[in-house]
């Protein structure tokens, strides 16, 4: 009788021991998404933080340094082909 009871608790344990140790596929999918949007709002962050960067880096130039970036990234948008 004993026995048997033994056999049946191994045998339970060896099929629940897999999903207590890797948890369950929903869990690591809500980990995956977590993981996902962090990075988007990393991403997002950094992105704004450089477009301030240039901007301030814009505001400091002279006159003349405006005029010339302005001529250049004219030319470099005729140089360039439509990625479209």
């Not at 629940?16 to 929903?26: D, H, K, N, R, T």
């Not at 130039?61 to 005729?78: D, E, H, N, P």
């Amino acid at each position: 009788m004993v026995c048997k009871i033994r056999i049946v608790l191994y045998a339970c344990l060896l099929v629940l021991l897999p999903a207590i140790v890797c948890g369950s596929p929903q869990e690591a999918r809500v980990n995956q998404k977590k993981i996902e949007n962090d990075r988007a709002k990393k991403n997002k962050k950094a992105r704004k933080d450089y477009e301030v960067a240039v901007k301030r880096h814009l505001k400091m130039q002279s006159k003349t340094t405006k005029a010339s970036m302005k001529k250049t990234k004219k030319a470099a948008g005729k140089a360039t082909p439509s990625r479209h």
